[in-house]
């Protein structure tokens, strides 16, 4: 299975005729012959039970194989990932080793904050989780090592401090409840002046918190925490995409 090369030339077209903030980041404008709302619609619907056969995965995979010449980057990036999903497993490793979705950055894919990919509506940041997923599986099987820039370069897990604060926020995700801000921000508080994995997840654990009073100075605080949690993953790896 082929995936949208780096090099593809609608990637050129992109870099050399438009900037980023000039394209519909929804892709509902684009008369380029694919239905993207469409595909985005089956994509969040497909994660919602990714257990589900879809007959109609077929047809993205279809088209992910076709690289479609289209300013849609962001839906071309998840037809990229879900072409990753498909693969087997002594592919994917390769795949990721080899390709800009394993050693580019998240930024460097998609030139947008966090905020603004999320606010895109397209499920890229859900289909990186089900890769990640993916991967621990492959190599737990004996399938494939996991890839030397996949390590936990960032965990620092020889600490209690991270590993109580870790086994604070599986439970609360287990469990589809929110961390107290009290506890993320006192992890914050003691935590070493250095980047981790911790200290991101704290910020987007205060995302989250924060999101849940509905006005507008917590949504502009949610914003600024999702950018701290971001700053974290792109200081800890350069050059590498850590959503995997």
């Given at each position: 299975m082929m995936l949208l090369p780096p090099?593809?030339?609608?990637?050129?077209?992109?870099?050399?005729?438009?900037?980023?903030?000039?394209?519909?980041?929804?892709?509902?404008?684009?008369?380029?012959?694919v239905d993207w709302p469409a595909i985005r619609d089956e994509l969040r619907a497909f994660l919602r039970d990714p257990s589900t056969t879809r007959a109609s995965l077929d047809d993205l995979l279809k088209l992910a194989r076709q690289h479609p010449a289209s300013d849609c980057y962001i839906g071309l990036c998840c037809l990229a990932y879900?072409?990753?999903?498909?693969?087997?497993?002594?592919?994917?490793?390769?795949?990721?080793?080899?390709t800009s979705f394993g050693s580019a950055s998240m930024r460097e894919q998609i030139p947008l904050a966090y905020w603004d990919?999320?606010?895109?509506?397209?499920?890229?940041?859900?289909?990186?989780?089900l890769l990640a997923v993916k991967l621990d599986d492959d190599a737990k099987s004996g399938y494939v090592p996991r890839p030397d820039f996949l390590d936990h370069c960032c965990d620092y897990l020889d600490s209690e401090r991270e590993t109580a604060y870790q086994g604070m926020v599986q439970a609360h995700v287990e469990a589809d409840t929110v961390v107290p801000a009290s506890a993320s921000l006192r992890y914050?508080?003691?935590?070493?002046?250095?980047?981790?994995?911790?200290?991101?997840?704290?910020?987007?654990?205060?995302?989250?918190?924060?999101?849940?009073?509905?006005t507008a100075r917590a949504r502009q605080a949610a914003k600024d925490m999702m950018a701290l949690g971001e700053a974290q993953l792109e200081l800890c790896a350069r050059g590498r995409n850590v959503s995997v």
């Open positions: 090099s593809s030339a609608s990637a050129e077209r992109l870099e050399v005729e438009k900037h980023y903030t000039e394209l519909d980041l929804g892709c509902e404008s684009y008369s380029d012959g879900l072409s990753i999903l498909a693969m087997a497993p002594e592919n994917t490793a390769s795949a990721l080793e080899k990919t999320i606010a895109s509506g397209w499920p890229i940041f859900g289909l990186l989780e914050l508080a003691e935590a070493p002046a250095r980047c981790s994995w911790g200290k991101a997840t704290a910020y987007f654990a205060l995302t989250e918190r924060l999101l849940v009073a509905p």
